[in-house]
């Protein structure tokens, strides 16, 4: 009889307090940080306050028929459609198979769970899109700026934040979750799996179950641990030691000069810091004594779709990852420039992306060789601009009758999503490629293929109402002289 021990190993409470805990790190603590420190009102919190706990509780709600501070028209939450026939069927990606990169989208509501009085659907403060791959042992995560404009599929453009509101709010399948999904898949360019949520209310508690946390401050900031008073700390160069009162309020400031960008970068730092005080030997024996509380803890704080044998698998996985192996990233200033657009009458601050650049950091962050491995690989710009799926628009701007119908099919023949073939209006010199989303994929193989002159023939026209992401406006240089057969 074969007595040889198996091949497997035995599950033990400390692996799977390992696991949990290292999952957590990842796809849990981002948004805790931010969500409960930007909106909590029920009681006195950590830093000083972000909005004001006098005004009414649902800040796109207002009882004077005026807008909000954010710009968000008045709506009653009595007349909320109960559905949208536009809205689209969400289909995700194919659950994960263990072996290939995993996405979770970390979601941190504009109001805690726990906060009954709340009515109507919620938006989100924080989206971090986080991303393990089991092949290369690496991991990153990426925070996204609530007021990015976006195309939210199913309901045209809006920001960012509101595409789990219109998920709730209209039922679509999947509820805000899976349309908050869809969206950043969308926008980024990466498959979205799974969504997590955690309850505001336990990170405090969670930071102090662990033993508190080392943080290093690379830049003197004052901190208010229990809201306006005289409690203000001011945290020097150099490292501290953070209970959860004080890591809350270190990563609720905003009043810093870099803002919510500065605040992302803190919120990334503190998700470290515990993962380093999880993950040292020297604080197991602390941690498996303590293991019961945590484990309630992170039961009655977490929300999400990764089944029980997804989280240990995640978990195991996450421990295991060196730390220079995580790879950070904030859509920060550099990448967006701040515009004003009008919604329903009201004038809204927005956040509008710079897709190129946006797309720079995220081959940084999802990719084992950085950005010179571009999510969309191929051989050639043809190959990249088929995998961006680009819609294009195609005009004839010439008197050659037909050019655009032929110009269409070609590039139809070449795998490119042409929506329209048309005359055009206007009758250029020379052939005009008009870029309206950002799609740098596209418009480098039209270069390539229309030989533009790309200070005149390029043009950047933010539009998103414009029937395609894409126009070309044919001129007399195409119909003289083209590869169409």
Request: hydrophobic letters at 40%.
């Amino acid at each position: 009889m074969n007595t040889s021990p198996k091949n497997t190993k035995k599950i033990t409470p400390r692996w799977i307090l390992l696991s949990v805990l290292s999952l957590i790190l990842f796809f849990g603590l981002t948004f805790v940080v931010n969500g409960l420190v930007t909106t909590w009102c029920l009681s006195p919190l950590p830093g000083k306050a972000l909005n004001d706990c006098n005004a009414v509780s649902d800040p796109q709600f207002t009882q004077d028929g005026q807008a909000t501070p954010e710009g968000t028209p008045e709506i009653n939450i009595a007349d909320l459609p109960t559905q949208a026939p536009s809205a689209p069927q969400v289909e995700l990606p194919p659950a994960w198979d263990g072996a290939s990169r995993v996405s979770v989208l970390i979601l941190g509501l504009d109001y805690d769970d726990d906060m009954v009085e709340r009515q109507g659907p919620s938006r989100t403060d924080t989206m971090i899109l986080l991303t393990i791959d089991p092949q290369s042992r690496t991991a990153g995560m990426l925070s996204i700026p609530r007021d990015l404009w976006v195309n939210i599929p199913g309901f045209g453009y809006g920001r960012i934040n509101t595409a789990y509101y219109n998920g709730d709010a209209y039922k679509v399948p999947g509820g805000g979750p899976a349309l908050a999904m869809k969206t950043v898949e969308q926008v980024i360019g990466v498959p979205v799996q799974y969504y997590a949520q955690v309850k505001f209310s336990a990170f405090v508690n969670l930071v102090d179950a662990i033993g508190k946390i080392e943080v290093f401050v690379d830049k003197k900031i004052f901190i208010d641990p229990r809201g306006p008073g005289n409690d203000e700390i001011m945290l020097s160069y150099g490292p501290h030691i953070l209970g959860g009162v004080e890591a809350l309020a270190y990563a609720r400031q905003r009043y810093t000069d870099g803002g919510d960008v500065d605040r992302a970068l803190r919120q990334q730092k503190v998700i470290m810091a515990i993962r380093e005080k999880v993950l040292d030997p020297a604080n197991l024996p602390y941690l498996l004594a303590n293991a019961p509380d945590i484990y309630a803890l992170l039961q009655q704080g977490m929300n999400t779709n990764l089944t029980f044998d997804d989280v240990m698998k995640l978990g195991m996985l996450a421990k295991d990852i060196p730390v220079e192996n995580i790879k950070r990233g904030v859509i920060d200033y550099s990448m967006v420039t701040q515009n004003t657009v009008t919604v329903n009458g009201q004038s809204q601050q927005i956040f509008k992306p710079m897709p190129d650049k946006i797309r720079v950091l995220r081959d940084e962050i999802f990719t084992s060789a950085g950005a010179i491995s571009p999510l969309a690989q191929g051989a050639d710009a043809l190959d990249l601009a088929r995998q961006e799926g680009a819609t294009i628009a195609v005009y004839n701007g010439t008197y050659t009758q037909g050019l655009a119908v032929r110009t269409s099919e070609f590039l139809k023949s070449q795998g490119l999503n042409v929506t329209i073939a048309d005359s055009a209006t206007t009758f250029p010199a020379a052939t005009l490629v008009i870029d309206h989303r950002g799609r740098p994929y596209a418009l480098k193989y039209f270069r390539e293929l229309f030989k533009l002159n790309g200070a005149i023939q390029v043009q950047s026209e933010y539009q998103p109402d414009a029937p395609a992401d894409i126009e070309i406006i044919l001129g007399p240089d195409w119909a003289a002289s083209n590869p169409m057969p």
